[in-house]
């Protein structure tokens, strides 16, 4: 997303949510049954698949030609001891015929519970950026993690680990080998129409290069309709390692329509 599309399109979005939370403050704790589900310990899970699929897309004619089109997903399957989460970013753009990004991200996780507050869980995450040297990583992680914080619209994960990632480059050597990871989730909700969930996963000695590697994500949703909404989403990836002429980070940023189930 460009800067130009961003100024025009972000204060719009805010100030939507804004306008579809505020009247449901005053209304106690959140009660819809999206929001407690994805933000609930999973002992209080009803089995049911919660999440949302949303779109954006920008497009400019004239001078110069260029699309871009997004799509996220986000889904949750909370059950008695375990829980099930979902998540992906895509990122596509062309410039006058040229595809200038080309940005993929998903993953899927595993949680069980083995005590009251403690839980193990297992996932996997994809990954790719031809236009960071990155054909594909594979990321099969595994470890423990501790319910630091538990009530009805609100959860707060941490957590920690080891990974086993391949990665496919084009021009660098391939690499594969055992990371450390550590993170963190959290989920608030904030009304009864929006939520604000947030990831982050550290690989303090990556393979291949070497070096810190993140990846940081915030996402704001609100619901205008039973089915439909807004989301906002901010992904940064850090690598402190890169190729000559590369960047460290890199930030995406995803508005669009969503979609509720």
Request: proline fraction near 3%.
């Amino acid at each position: 997303m460009t800067m130009k599309s961003l100024r025009q399109t972000l204060p719009a979005l805010i100030g939507a949510t804004l306008f579809v939370s505020l009247p449901a403050h005053g209304q106690g704790r959140p009660s819809d049954p999206a929001f407690k589900s994805m933000a609930s310990s999973p002992q209080s899970g009803n089995g049911r698949w919660t999440g949302s699929l949303g779109f954006g897309m920008t497009i400019s004619r004239g001078n110069s030609n260029s699309t871009q089109a997004s799509l996220s997903a986000d889904a949750v399957r909370a059950l008695r001891d375990s829980r099930i989460v979902l998540h992906g970013l895509f990122i596509r753009n062309t410039s006058n015929g040229d595809t200038t990004a080309d940005n993929d991200l998903a993953s899927a996780r595993y949680e069980r519970n083995f005590a009251q507050a403690w839980f193990g869980f297992g996932d996997a995450t994809l990954e790719r950026d031809p236009f960071k040297d990155l054909e594909l990583r594979q990321t099969y992680g595994a470890g423990a993690g501790y319910r630091l914080l538990r009530a009805e619209g609100l959860q707060l994960n941490v957590y920690g680990g080891l990974a086993y990632t391949f990665e496919d480059n084009k021009t660098a050597s391939d690499a594969k080998g055992i990371e450390p990871m550590v993170g963190n989730d959290f989920t608030y909700a904030l009304s009864q129409t929006a939520t604000l969930s947030q990831r982050w996963v550290l690989f303090p000695n990556t393979v291949g290069r070497g070096g810190i590697r993140s990846v940081f994500q915030v996402d704001l949703s609100t619901k205008i309709t039973e089915r439909f909404g807004l989301q906002l989403s901010v992904l940064n990836k850090f690598r402190e390692k890169v190729l000559p002429g590369e960047k460290k980070s890199d930030t995406i940023i995803f508005t669009g329509i969503t979609a509720n189930f």
